[in-house]
């Protein structure tokens, strides 16, 4: 038994040695998120006395996606600085295709140094574009959210974050025509520390 101890607390003791080099003052990290709604969905209305045109506006099929590579580097230990861009398509019955592309720069600050599991906040501005059907907008988006860093590894983290994003556009050719969305959305990630 006290063999068993003796080797659970030196693996302890290795295991927490290795993980304290992830967000000091130097490193880069490379991430990918995408998003908790990147899934099909399929809604159909179905009843005995439901019109044919109720029928069709209520039968939708679709599918939404988006992926966030970024980089990162940390300026002071537990700060980065860093940019990501972000690729998003929506497409369905009820809708023409929907393309977003974004550029923003952001800052991040990591807490508990030196833990498993280091929670962090988020904060990002920059450029959107949004493209629908033959209509295409751009302007200004921000974002701000809170997640968890949970280390697998010295160097590699799997990330959980909840955000909330604000998007203003207008079109080029006619500036009558503007475009906003917000709202609050999760994403599940990847980051290498190097």
Known sequence: MKQKLLVVAVLFCLFSTLITAQTEKGKFSISGRSSIGGT??????????????????????????????????????????????????????????????????????????????????????????????NMSFSGFTWAGGIGAAFFVSNNISIDLMAEYAELSTRTSDNSDYKYSTKGLGGSVGLSVYF
């Open 40 to 133: 099909y969905f399929s809604n159909h209305l179905n009843g005995d006395n439901i019109s044919i045109g109720d029928r069709e506006a209520m039968d939708i099929d679709g599918y939404s996606f988006s992926i966030t590579p970024s980089l990162s580097y940390f300026v002071i230990d537990n700060f980065s600085i860093g940019g990501q861009a972000t690729f998003s398509i929506a497409d369905g019955d009820y809708q023409s295709k929907t393309t977003e592309f974004i550029l923003m720069p952001t800052v991040a600050y990591y807490f508990l140094k030196d833990k498993t599991v280091r929670p962090f906040v988020a904060l990002g501005a920059g450029y959107a574009n949004v493209s629908m059907g």
